[in-house]
């Protein structure tokens, strides 16, 4: 079922977005070479905590971490650990806060010193696939229409399209309805209204679209081991105009 949030629940999310926010300037600040990405997850749990909200991802459905930390053909769910950065990866920072009642979501792609010409182009269209998405999330429009932009886009560059995770909803959980492809579905899908509040999040690849998971059965990487890149923001669809996007300064 889809809840549309009122002006007052979209407040506190807003709130919830800013210190999520917050915590992922703090890491990506300090992404450099040898820092393990367990210290970067420490970075973000700590400014979560410190300005009284929860981290909407620790411990939901038994995950570890604070942020999930994903890196180079890593897609999603990267467990912060040992794991050092090293000059040359492109790394994904996906995390959010709990606020109040409310959750917000984001995602970040990054280099780690210089990267590939081809990891920059990945990381750029990737991050430009959700603004197109995003371009079309205005009331009354159809909710496949978000999908259909970014996938064309990411055609357009010959990038591989994620399938395996979408999108989805947020508000009081960190997953509601509905959810959000970043391909076309083949159908229209849901009316978009005010006060619909979503999570976009292509998550693109330089191969193929085919995901592995771990056998820490978190961690979900590209199955030919190519790049892989991933951004998010929380929107709200407004009455009329674009779409507002609370995650972003
Ligand atoms: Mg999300």
């Known amino acids: 079922m889809i809840s549309l949030k009122s002006a007052e629940e979209i407040k506190r999310m807003r709130d919830a977005a800013l210190i999520a926010m917050a915590a992922m300037e703090k890491m990506l600040a300090a992404v450099e070479p040898g820092v393990s990405t367990a210290e ?7 400014h979560i905590v410190g300005a009284g909200a929860k981290p909407s991802f620790k411990g939901y459905g038994g995950f570890p971490g604070t942020a999930c930390i994903s890196v180079n ?12 950065l090293k000059e040359g990866d492109i790394v994904s920072f996906d995390t959010g806060a709990y606020l109040k009642g409310y959750h917000s979501d984001m995602a970040r792609t990054v280099g780690v010193g210089k990267i590939s010409e081809e990891a920059e182009m990945l990381i750029r269209v990737t991050k430009e696939s959700f603004f197109k998405g995003v371009e079309q999330a205005v009331s009354g429009a159809r909710l496949n229409e978000i999908g259909k932009a970014v996938e064309k886009h990411a055609r357009a560059y010959g990038l591989g399209v994620v399938t395996e995770f979408i999108g989805h909803g947020i508000g009081r959980d ?9 391909y076309d579905t083949g159908r229209r899908g849901p009316v978009m209204r005010p006060g619909l509040v979503l999570a976009v999040e ?12 771990a056998p820490n059965e978190w961690t979900a990487s590209t199955k030919d081991g190519s790049l892989s890149a991933h951004y998010e923001n929380t929107i709200v669809i407004t009455q009329d105009g674009p779409c507002d996007i609370l995650t972003l300064a």
Request: negative net charge.
């Open 202 to 213: 292509p998550m693109l690849t330089l191969g193929t679209h085919k995901v592995v998971i």
């Open 73 to 84: 053909d890593e897609i999603v769910h990267g467990i912060p650990g040992h794991r050092r």
């Open 40 to 46: 970067l997850d420490d970075i973000a749990y700590r």
């Open 174 to 182: 960190l997953h509601e309805d509905p959810e959000v492809p970043n």
